[in-house]
Structure formats: C-alpha cells, structure tokens
T-cell receptor, first 111, second 116 residues
C-alpha cells in the first residue's frame, strides 16, 4: 500500500517556467512533509519541508503548498533553470524518521 | 565535516553470495536509517538504528536481511544468499536527533547492488 502518491511521473518545462508537482497522502497522522531532490548517481538531498500547522512555505524559488483537509501538498519551482533538472520526491512521516516516499517526478528544464 | 559515507558505491554479487553494505554517519549523528530504492520507484524504509540498538526494523524482509550499528565503526546492512530481486540502490541516512527543529536526515550517495 503506497501511502504517498505523487504526480506527474515526469514533466518538461521551459527555462523560466513553473514546475508543479503534486502529492497526496493517506495517513492523517503524518506530521512532517519534506521534498527531496535527487541527481543521477547521487543520494536524495532535502530541498524544503513543511509541518501541517502552516499552509505554505517558501524558500527562494521553491514553495510548498499544503492542504490539510484535502490531504494534499505540492511543490512549485518558480523560474525553473536547467540546473533544476532532477528527480523530485515528496515524502511524509509520523515520527520524523520513517519517511514514506512518493514514486518521484523527473523534471527536465529545457534551455 | 564529511557527509554520510557509504561503501562500496557499486557492488556485484552472484546469486547465493552475501552482500555487506557499510555506512558511516555524519560526525555527531547517532541515528542511522537504511532505505532501498528500486528502479523507477521511491525509497522504501527498511530499518532505523541507534548505536547498538535496532529501533524499528518494520521495513526489513524477515529473512536474509540484517542490520547493525555497533558502538565502534560503521553501520552494516547485510544481505545473505542474495537473489536477483535484491538488485537495487541502498541508501543510508543519518540525523543528529529526533523531534525539535533539527530533524533533517542526510543521505549518502548509496550503494548500487547488482545480483547476477
């Protein structure tokens, strides 16, 4: 049973455009929602994270929007750059260590 | 401060052999986690360890897999009698503490196991 569902599987965006990745979760007890960025051959790196007591968090060009009632959260990458081309994973956890990951979204930014 | 170190980066084993994957957490981190990533999938939690203790192994297969984090030395993920289905990338992560503000888990670069 996949506890976090992520879409789309892949997306292509032009340089300067907006990339949007969506995730939905099942367990209402989850209390930590991070996004990870992974480049080929590398481990995932934390990009930005949110707790359910806020509806939005912004760090530079990356924004998380969180909808607790709908059990959904999304990542927006503004002004997408070629260097943002990577695989992005959403995740959720109950007790800070047991992360349940989405299946990933491969983002390609065309120059 | 070196990051999470995993070795080897690539490991090839024949069916039936043993695979030993090592993970040295970041300095000052006492919590270690192992995840497995199959091709085209997200990471799946396997086990959470603190020094000399297994805290949560709910994601570990019941047979052939074991993990340890001794008082001295790296954490070891051991897979006995490997089968082709064990081929995956195995990631280790570490964190300094749970709860509070500082809960980020830092991931290593992974060990890519290929069973032939």
């Amino acid at each position: 049973q996949q506890q976090v569902k992520q879409s789309p599987q892949s997306l292509i965006v032009q340089k300067g455009g907006i990339s949007i990745i969506n995730c939905a979760y099942e367990n209402t007890a989850f209390d930590y929602f991070p996004w990870y960025q992974q480049f080929p051959g590398k481990g995932p790196a934390l990009l930005i994270a949110i707790r359910p007591d806020v509806s939005e968090k912004k760090e530079g060009r990356f924004t998380i929007s969180f909808n607790k009632s709908a059990k959904q959260f999304s990542l927006h990458i503004m002004d997408s750059q070629p260097g943002d081309s990577a695989t992005y994973f959403c995740a959720a956890s109950l007790n800070d260590y047991k992360l349940s990951f989405g299946a990933g979204t491969t983002v390609t930014v065309r120059a | 401060n070196a990051g999470v170190m995993q070795n080897p980066r690539h490991l090839v084993r024949r069916r039936g052999q043993e695979a030993r994957l090592r993970c040295s957490p970041m300095k000052g981190h006492s919590h270690v986690y192992w995840y497995r990533q199959l091709p085209e999938e997200g990471l799946k939690f396997m086990v959470y360890l603190q020094k000399e203790n297994i805290i949560d192994e709910s994601g570990m297969p019941k047979e052939r897999f074991s993990a340890e984090f001794p008082k001295e030395g790296p954490s070891i993920l051991r897979i006995q009698q490997v089968v082709r289905g064990d081929s995956a990338a195995y990631f280790c992560a570490s964190s300094p503490e749970l709860g509070g503000e500082n809960t980020e888990a830092f991931f290593g670069q992974g060990t890519r196991l290929t069973v032939v």
